[in-house]
Structure formats: C-alpha cells, structure tokens
C-alpha cells in the first residue's frame, strides 16, 4: 500500500454504520471521512482524492447506484465496494458493470471489509504499473518456479490475464506468453 495511509470515504445514512466503519478502518491504518447522503460524497471526492470508497445504495436523496455512476464517470482513480442490505443479484450485477470492485451485503463482518479493501488497492497499484514492470514482475515469479511445472502455465495465463486488463496489445501479450524462460522477448 505504499508509504502513506490509503484514504476512504465511507457513505451511509446510518451514522452508526459511519461511525463503526470509521473506527475499525482507522485503527486498521486508513484515513477515513464519513458522509450520510450521496451530496456529501460528491462534494468529498470533488475536494480530494480517495482510493477507495464504501456505498451503501439506499441513501436518502440520491441513490447509491447515482453516486456509482457518477464516481465512475468522475473519479475512476477511486475504487467502489458496494456495503448494503440489498441483497439483490440483479443489482449486484448493475454494481459491478459500473466498475464496483466488490458488493458486500449487511450486516457485514469488518475483516471481510478490509480484505475488500486491500484487494481493491492491490488492484488498483497493479493497474498502475507500466507494461514494462508488469513484464519484469512476470518473469521474476516465473523464475521462482519450475519451469515444466503448472505452475508456470498458471503465472503466465494470470499475467496475460492482467496485461488484457491493463489494454496492453494483443500481439505484445502473445510475444511475452510464448518467450520461453531465459530466452530473451521475441522482437
């Protein structure tokens, strides 16, 4: 997670979930900012960045699923997981096509919270690296492994996987999933 402490904003119409959310996430290392409707959380990530953000869907005003939109649309540096009583596949689906990383339904248990967290910012930094460093984290796990292993088609479909994930070109993704270890990249 880097050197500095990962900021989320935390949107719910029930200050009692705010505030518990707020408390464990901080003592968990989080900088957190609570708001009670989808106005307040609007206005919170036009002042400021935040890598992740928790939304209930039911708020008072406009509805979560807005506020979705509107962070897709918006502000995409900022992950979206989804925490609420709706416990609805088809709106869980609508979520999800609206880039939230993960929906969680209440009543909720906070270590589950906070590996959602995680993995959205582990996510997030692994989109953020450079075709290059992507190509260098592949080849070092590959090394690790036996190369006639299943492992190794493992790491390499996960890497193909990612790299589709990140747009990075067709032909660049065959070139690395059929360079053989130690070989050098095919031109």
């Known amino acids: 997670m880097g050197d500095k402490k990962p900021r989320v904003l935390i949107v719910d119409d029930e200050q009692v979930v705010c505030d518990l959310l707020h408390d464990e996430l901080s003592d968990r290392g989080y900088l957190c900012v609570t708001a009670l409707n989808g106005d307040e959380a609007l206005k919170n990530l036009a002042k400021q960045d935040f890598d992740v953000v928790l939304l209930d869907i039911r708020l008072p005003g406009m509805s979560g699923m807005e506020v979705l939109r509107e962070i897709w649309l918006n502000h995409s540096n900022a992950a979206t997981i989804m925490i609420t009583a709706v416990n609805d596949v088809d709106t869980a689906v609508e979520a999800m096509k609206l880039g939230a990383s993960d929906y969680i339904v209440k009543p909720f248990e906070l270590d589950r919270v906070d590996t959602s967290i995680r993995t ?68």
Do not use: C
Request: proline letters at 6%.
């Open 120 to 187: 959205a910012l582990e996510t997030k930094q692994a989109a953020e690296k450079s075709p290059a460093e992507m190509e260098a984290i592949a080849r070092g796990v590959e090394a690790t492994l036996d190369p006639f292993s299943a492992y190794s088609k493992v790491v390499t479909q996960r890497t193909v996987e990612v790299a589709r994930h990140l747009g990075i070109n067709e032909e660049e993704i065959r070139r690395w999933a059929t360079t053989k270890l130690g070989e050098p990249p095919k031109a």
